[in-house]
């Protein structure tokens, strides 16, 4: 289905959605109001099925877009610098290298493969701590994989979580594994000031005052992925596709809960750790039209107007935000824009919903608002895969580890609050 047409299908349920809110009046018995919020949510059910289909229409028609761009490193015309038959490109040589290594290990590699392997293992890919910890043959460490692996795994990830969506937090790939100090400063309460002719500039009030917080590298890993050797054996199979896609759910599951509910120890500092209070909520079990008011006026205007500025809270939690009207009686949850392609907002603002976080109870931290840009995402740029042959051989199965090492933190903890709900006796 063209994704012009599900966009317009998701704008006719909205309709049919709020027309159903719009039945109940003071007037209206309990029970009844209770069916038609019933039949409300099944509506807005088939909204979020649709927007996960659209979703992924213009995921895969962005793929096929890249694929169909042609690549800068073939010469056209009559560019005669390259011979026909000319040798593939590194890339795609150690890619090649690395699925045959994940299908018949290190002892079915061509010499020629284990030489490529080889040298994927030396310092352009690897920490002097990685190399240390792996044997000198090749069958007894781990392969870094390659570029294009990496690419996917990561794009993949992206579906398990918003923390690591661009446009949503800022991600800092490196190369190697080492502490990065950043350095902070509020210099919010300094202003400038007035000066009289051929007067001296006298005080230091107004130095800088800088801080540093620290990102780490803390490491991650799938655990064994166990593969039959009869899927391995078929040649149709595309284990990499198999391999890559389960790493990828059981990475961005982890990484996305630390980056949001970490509490720095030992682990990322989590977003919502991060942030400071905004608001105390009105209720324990409920979120009002004026503690949203509130929560979004106790970020300062400077973080309010940036363009990365949104809300985060998970999906029940925009179910009833779905549900609230401002004082002149309007939804302040408005769908997505099918004409502009604009996102769906609250109060104006795009949100991110990330199923980390807190449901609306006594005690939690349901919501945040503020500028997510202000949160930094630190990646290994090297994604590891052990291949495991000798312990799962007595099932007939080969299983495969990967590893990857993240961290993050809030840079500024001005840029992003939470609001709290208060706690019940």
């Known amino acids: 289905m063209p994704i012009k047409e599900l966009r317009e299908k998701q704008a006719a349920l909205v309709v049919t959605a709020r027309a159903k809110l719009d039945e109940i009046t003071d007037e209206t018995p309990e029970a009844r109001a209770k069916e038609i919020e019933a039949e409300y949510d099944r509506v807005m059910a088939d909204y979020d099925r649709l927007e996960a289909r659209a979703q992924r229409e213009e995921a895969l028609a962005a793929r096929e877009a890249a694929i169909d761009e042609p690549d800068p490193r073939r010469p056209t015309g009559e560019d005669r610098s390259v011979e026909p038959g000319a040798e593939k490109d590194l890339k795609e040589q150690r890619a090649a290298a690395f699925r045959a290594f994940m299908r018949y290990g290190a002892e079915g590699l061509s010499p020629e493969e284990r030489k490529i392997l080889r040298e994927m293992r030396t310092t352009e890919y690897m920490t002097d701590a990685e190399k240390r910890a792996q044997s000198t043959t090749t069958t007894a460490g781990g392969y870094t994989v390659p570029e294009g692996f990496s690419n996917e795994l990561v794009v993949s990830m992206k579906a398990w979580g918003p923390m690591l969506d661009p446009g949503v937090t800022r991600e800092i790939p490196t190369a190697s594994g080492n502490p990065i100090p950043w350095p902070t400063m509020d210099d919010t309460a300094n202003q400038a000031y007035r000066l009289g002719e051929n007067a001296q500039v006298t005080g230091s009030d107004g130095d800088l005052v800088f801080g540093q917080k620290q990102l780490d590298a803390y490491k991650y890993a799938t655990g064994a992925i166990l593969v039959p050797q009869e899927l391995i054996q078929d040649s149709a199979f595309d284990i990499e596709a198999l391999v890559r896609d389960a790493m990828a759910i059981r990475l961005g599951r982890k990484v996305n809960s630390d980056l949001t509910i970490g509490d720095g120890s030992g682990d990322p500092n989590g977003i919502v750790t991060a942030s400071t209070k905004g608001y105390d909520a009105t209720l324990a079990d409920g979120i009002s039209f004026d503690d949203l008011i509130e929560l979004q006026h106790s970020v300062d205007p400077a973080y309010r107007d940036a363009p990365s500025v949104r809300w985060m809270f998970n ?86 580890i990967g590893f990857a090492r993240y961290d993050g933190d809030l840079m500024d903890t001005a840029a992003v609050k939470h609001l709290l709900h208060p706690a019940t006796n």
């Open 315 to 400: 999906d029940t939690t925009l179910k009833l935000l779905r549900k609230i009207k401002d004082s002149e009686n309007r939804y302040i949850w408005q769908p997505a824009d099918v004409r502009t392609g604009a996102p769906a907002t609250i109060l104006e603002k795009p949100y991110s919903v990330n199923q980390a976080m807190a449901n609306v109870a006594d005690s939690q931290k349901s919501v945040l608002f503020g500028d997510f840009n202000k949160y930094i995402v630190r990646r290994v740029r090297e994604f590891a895969v052990r291949r495991l042959v000798e312990r799962y051989a007595d099932y007939d199965q080969v299983g495969f």
